[in-house]
Nanobody, 125 residues
Framework: VQLQASGGGLVQAGGSLRLSCAAS????????MGWFRQAPEKEREFVAA????????GYAESVKGRFTISRDNAKNTLYLQMNSLKPEDTAFYYC???????????????????WGQGTQVTVSS
């Protein structure tokens, strides 16, 4: 399984970005997915998660109401729409696949066993 994240960039505070995560293989639709982020000298933190069917989502409190996670199983692609971006959203963003088939969402990195390479998001003030 390979996960390829894209869509990061430099944006002013208040702006928007949409991240994408393209997955290889035929089993994308059977696994929950998540987005995490890591800023310099900080631990990786949970951002958002979605279950295998797309009907259940979860968000970190810091992004709730601003970010939206979604998936297109026909395209093997995960998305993260980020609106009203703040400087504190600056980080490398990683997509990840749950280790359990047909499992629910998870906020812990330990619940994921495949990770993309990350895409940088920089929000200027």
């Amino acid at each position: 399984v390979q996960l390829q994240a894209s869509g990061g960039g430099l944006v002013q505070a208040g702006g928007s970005l949409r991240l994408s995560c393209a997955a290889s293989g035929r089993t994308f639709s059977s696994y929950g997915m998540g987005w995490f982020r890591q800023a310099p000298e900080k631990e990786r933190e949970f951002v958002a998660a979605i279950n295998w069917g797309g009907g259940t989502t979860g968000y970190a409190e810091s992004v709730k109401g601003r970010f939206t996670i979604s998936r297109d199983n026909a395209k093997n692609t995960l998305y993260l729409q980020m609106n009203s971006l703040k400087p504190e959203d600056t980080a490398f963003y990683y997509c990840a696949r749950r280790s359990t088939m047909y499992g629910g969402t998870s906020t812990s990195p330990l619940g994921y066993n495949y990770w993309g390479q990350g895409t940088q998001v920089t929000v200027s003030s």
